[in-house]
Each structure stands twice: as C-alpha cells, then as structure tokens.
C-alpha cells in the first residue's frame, strides 16, 4: 500500500519536500508508519514527540 504523507513547516525542512510517499504492507498502523518515517528519514527523529 502506498501513504502519502503531507509534510508542514519544521519537517518540511529537513527532508526538503512537502510530500512523500510510503510504501507500507497492510495493515499498516500508525505507529509502523512513524517507525517507517523515522527510519527513512532520521533527522526528523528530534520530532518524535511532536508527530
């Protein structure tokens, strides 16, 4: 399954783009896609608190 994921302000930053695109088995949970997220993309890992 593809999500798509809409990225705002400080995230937005630091990847460098406003959307992406992950690619996830389903079920996917929330949690699995924040793990997916911050692994494809580990200087957001500040803002796992805020997510």
């Known amino acids: 399954m593809k999500i798509e994921v809409l990225l705002f302000a400080s995230l937005k930053e630091k990847i460098g783009k406003s959307k ?15 793990d997916i997220l911050f692994l494809q993309f580990p200087a957001i890992n500040p803002f796992t608190k805020s997510i």
């Open 20 to 34: 992406i695109e992950i690619e996830a088995n389903e079920p996917c949970t929330v949690q699995r896609l924040l």
